[in-house]
């Protein structure tokens, strides 16, 4: 029989979380069973319980930033073993045959991927995410979380991570680079870590000066507040990388007059109107504007392994299951520094 465990579920889009028994698939040949220990908040989880996005299952228990130990495994398991430290990410399964998984791009699966919560199941089941004492998942897909990293402060890692590594890694952040971080909070604090551990001179901008301070703190060398005019002119010309992480309806030609000729501005936030750009403003000087979509599963293991070696975890605030509720109204209020993260002990007990 399937075993349960103990889990927060959403009963619809505008009620509160629900403590249920949730029910888990028995382990198959290459499954794992992961002791959750910490599970992140992410800005995505708020959008698709509210049901902003579309699609949305209910009950849902969401959660795609895991941190654990693996706690039994199946048989044919070679890549784990009871006791390890674990992560889970975005994704919990894909096809592997496909050219996208084979090029390590499982996020684009064709048959297609299938993500950690409110997905379709090859099976046809609609998958349940972390906000839960235990979960099951191919072995595959879950990362080795190295001994230097707290699993508290590595679970945002599995999606706020690797969403920024990945944009900085593909368009060259490092030593000689200049990087303009728009947006300091669950993804945007990571990305000033991630860009100044590789090398590149980092700058942040957010509306207001209130998170100068905290972003120096970050590891930014100067902030700009994007509402004084003055401030955004003097920067024009600054910038090899611009990392947009909020979801907000910019004016794209104000910031793409920031950057260098050759010069990307690349969005991983999600805002509701479409990008306005004159073909001229990218023509002139050769920018590109670009998106990024997290990455696949051995870049972030590479992601782990960096953020290891350079010391890196995100900036948490640590909250129980009966307060997630409230944690969600103030991401959307933009009241967290800079993540928060559910102690999962706290579910069911």
């Known amino acids: 029989m399937p075993r349960t465990t ?12 629900q403590t249920v028994e949730l029910e888990r698939r028995d382990l198959r040949d290459d499954d794992i069973l992961i002791d959750i220990a ?63 998984c084979k090029d390590g791009f499982e996020q684009f699966c064709t048959k297609p991927a299938v993500f950690t919560y409110n997905t379709p199941a ?40 690797i969403t920024t590594y990945s944009p900085l890694r593909r ?12 947006g300091v909070g669950g993804l945007g604090h990571m990305g000033v870590k991630l860009a ?11 509306r207001t000066m209130d998170k100068a301070d905290d972003a120096r703190a970050l590891g930014s060398t100067e ?29 794209m030609e104000a910031y793409l007059a920031l950057l260098r000729p050759n010069g990307v501005m690349v969005n991983v936030g999600l805002p509701t109107s479409r990008y306005a750009v004159r073909p001229g403003v990218l023509v002139g000087r050769n920018k590109v504007l670009a998106g990024s979509n997290i990455g696949g599963l ?28 409230t944690a969600y109204d103030n991401v959307v209020a933009g009241k967290v520094r800079y993540r928060y993260v559910i102690d999962t002990s706290t579910i069911g007990g």
């Open 196 to 206: 100044a551990a590789l090398g590149a001179t980092v700058s942040t901008i957010s």
């Open 6 to 17: 103990p889990a927060l579920a959403a009963p619809g889009p505008s009620q509160p979380f």
């Open 122 to 161: 090859y099976d046809g089941s609609i998958t349940q995410g972390g906000y839960a004492r235990q979960i099951v998942v191919t072995e595959r897909f879950a990362l080795k979380i190295p001994d230097a990293l707290g699993l508290d402060v590595a679970a945002p890692l599995l999606c706020a991570g």
């Open 298 to 325: 051995a870049q972030t293991q590479e992601m782990l392994d960096f953020c290891a070696e350079h010391g890196i975890g995100a900036t948490i605030e640590m909250i129980g299951a009966d307060e997630v509720d």
């Open 223 to 251: 902030h700009i507040a994007s509402s004084d005019e003055s401030a955004m002119r003097a920067a024009r010309r600054s910038f090899d990388i611009i990392l947009n992480t909020v979801s907000a309806d910019l004016d």
């Open 38 to 100: 910490y599970v992140g908040i992410c800005h995505s989880d708020i959008h698709t319980v509210r049901d902003e996005w579309g699609a949305a299952h209910y009950p849902m228990t969401p959660g795609h930033e895991i941190a654990g130990v693996v706690a039994a495994v199946g048989p044919g398991v070679t890549r784990h073993k009871v006791g390890d430290r674990v992560g889970v990410g975005c994704m919990v399964d894909s096809c592997g045959e496909c050219e996208e």
């Open 171 to 182: 368009w060259g952040a490092g030593p000689g680079t200049k990087v303009a971080v728009v």
